[in-house]
């Protein structure tokens, strides 16, 4: 069997995770592949280095190497770089790189500076992290240099931009987003592997990553949508929302700046066009009557196991579609 997920940071990888575990345990899906498609409209270059923090969070969780506290960053990592950046002034302090996650920006940065494209550094980035081991093949969304913006109102001096990562870690999105803006999207082609992951697939997943500024991104790459509507493959996705609210992160913040209720029948909505299957957690009123499809399913992923059990649901769901005869 062949998978294929679409995926951001925290939450898309530690459905993975758990998805890998469920993999594991189930011994009729032996020799399994999966491939994830990471998004990188969230990458931004910081002290010179070019850092792509949910494709690091993928590469560090599915590698065994995650900070599980932080949900993001290496483990057991150290500050002494970043210190010594602060008594230099150096800015921006508010985005905290530890001396382990350095050497990943380092290397990064100086196989693109050498011409070699993003495709080809991660796969180096998760051979050393043993994801082909595990029968995992990760890909960015796109080689083209993307990068979210966020429109917001700044006091007394009319509309700015600031970048995403501002927005979300300095601001905490406590700034009202009026817009986003993706430079470099509307340019940018699908990653080498990316489209032929989404056509040859067996299972196409949605992990409960930002359905705006994570899937959402990945979505807008040109070509992917249309591969998603022409694949034969079941496509079932996870809410990122427990009764409306995210387990974490700001999604709520992302779907008020669309003009979207923070509900996971307004995330469907967006996927509606391939959407087959919908995993939403136990509290929200979605009817189960609905199209897609839609299951029950305790969302939090509170334990590694509770992870697998979730993961080992949305497969369970569109392996059902797939025996019913394909898409719904």
């Known amino acids: 069997m062949h998978i294929t997920a679409l995926a951001g940071g925290v939450g898309g990888a530690r459905f993975l995770r758990g998805l890998l575990a469920h993999l594991r345990r189930t011994p009729q899906l032996a020799g399994t592949r999966l491939t994830v498609v990471g998004n990188t409209g969230d990458d931004i270059t910081l002290f010179g280095l070019r850092v792509c923090p949910d494709i690091d969070t993928l590469l560090y969780t599915l590698g065994g190497g ?29 985005f905290t790189l530890g001396d382990r996650d350095f050497g990943t920006h380092v290397f990064r940065s100086q196989l693109l500076g050498q011409g070699m494209p993003l495709s080809e550094v991660v796969s180096r980035l998760a051979a050393r992290w043993g994801l082909d081991e595990q029968g995992v093949t990760l890909l960015p ?10 429109v917001v109102a700044a ?36 990653a080498p592997g990316v489209l032929d992951a989404l056509r040859s697939a067996d299972v196409v997943l949605l992990p409960p ?19 998603l509507r022409g694949t034969r493959a079941p496509v079932v996705g996870v ?25 996971s029948a307004a ?19 979605m009817s189960s009557a609905a199209s897609p499809r839609v299951l029950h399913r305790p969302l939090l ?10 993961a080992g649901a949305a497969l369970e769901l569109a392996m059902s579609l797939q025996q019913a005869g394909g898409r719904a």
């Open 239 to 263: 809410s990122p929302l427990v009764a409306g609210r995210p387990v974490r992160g700001h999604a709520d913040a992302c779907l008020r700046a669309i003009g979207l209720e923070s509900t």
């Open 301 to 310: 992923m509170s334990s590694p196991e509770a992870s697998a059990d979730l």
């Open 155 to 190: 006091d007394g001096e009319g509309r700015r931009a600031i970048h995403f990562q501002e927005w979300w870690v300095r601001h905490q999105a406590r700034v009202p987003a009026e817009r986003f803006v993706v430079a470099g999207l509307d340019g940018a082609a699908p």
């Open 209 to 227: 990553s930002n359905p705006v500024v994570s899937i959402g991104i990945i979505l807008g790459v040109p070509g992917v949508r249309d591969a």
């Open 267 to 285: 995330v469907a909505g967006l996927y509606a066009d391939f959407l087959d299957g919908w995993l939403v957690d136990e509290a929200d009123p």
């Open 141 to 150: 969304m796109t080689d083209t240099p993307v990068e979210t913006h966020v």
């Open 66 to 94: 995650i900070d599980e506290a932080q949900g993001w960053g290496r483990a057991d990592d150290t500050h002494h770089v970043a210190g010594e950046l602060a008594r230099l002034g150096a800015t921006p302090q508010w």
